[in-house]
């Protein structure tokens, strides 16, 4: 099975920063890696598909890269509604995983 | 709109059993993959269990593989989950999404299972 690890687990910051935050899998996924956000009581929602690619409606301070096995979500300038959650997750094989999870606090 | 709708939720207790559905509107139901993903009070996403568009084939994680069940009826739009022998573990929201190519881009906004022992 392909484990996916996030990291930071947890990372405080502030409106305008600029955030990273990096997945690395067990074993090579190619770009077969997807982001997404989820805010307390509320169902995730995709930002970032196949490592690279911007989900339509996402703002474009948002973007991913990485291939194989290490991947990076950047948040170019931090907006009061990206504080949240964010998970990576591989699509590379079943069992499909996700990583354990970024909480992005408010500094 | 595209939409879902989780239904099915509710509390059981260790040993018991239950239903989830998923009921589908604004896309072509048959064409696309689905999925059910579950969090854990406090915790990170969990996949639980994926199929195709046609039903033939079904994918499962190995915490629930033998106890759960995916199936759809593509003629009620509609995706399930048949849970047996609930273990306090398997409590969770329980979430189905969408799958287009190898992501899964729209979800529903869940259902609540509690297992009590």
């Known amino acids: 099975d392909i484990q996916m690890t996030q990291s930071p687990s947890s990372l405080s910051a502030s409106v305008g920063d600029r955030v990273t935050i990096t997945c690395r899998a067990s074993q090579s996924i190619n770009t077969y890696l997807n982001w997404y956000q989820q805010k307390p009581g509320k169902a995730p929602n995709l930002l970032i598909y196949?490592?690279?690619s911007l989900e339509s409606g996402v703002p474009s301070r948002f973007s991913g890269s990485g291939s194989g096995t290490d991947f990076t979500l950047i948040i170019s300038s931090l907006q009061p509604e990206d504080f949240a959650t964010y998970y990576c997750q591989q699509s590379y094989a079943t069992p499909y995983s996700f990583g354990q999870g970024t909480k992005l606090e408010i500094k | 709109e595209v939409q879902l709708l989780e239904s099915g939720g509710g509390s059981v207790q260790s040993g018991g059993s239950l239903r989830l559905s998923c009921a589908a509107s604004g896309f072509t139901f048959s064409s696309y993959a689905m999925t059910w993903v579950r969090q854990a009070p406090g915790k990170g996403l969990e996949w639980v269990s994926a199929?195709?568009?046609?039903?033939?084939?079904?994918y499962y994680a190995y915490s629930v593989e033998g106890r759960f069940t995916i199936s759809r009826d593509n003629s009620k739009n509609t995706l399930y989950l048949q849970m047996i022998s609930l273990r306090a573990e398997d409590t969770a929201i329980y979430y189905c999404a969408k799958i287009w190519m190898s992501y899964m881009d729209v979800w529903g906004k869940g259902a609540t299972v509690t297992v009590s022992s």
């Open positions: 196949t490592a690279s």
């Open positions: 199929i195709t568009s046609s039903g033939s084939s079904t």
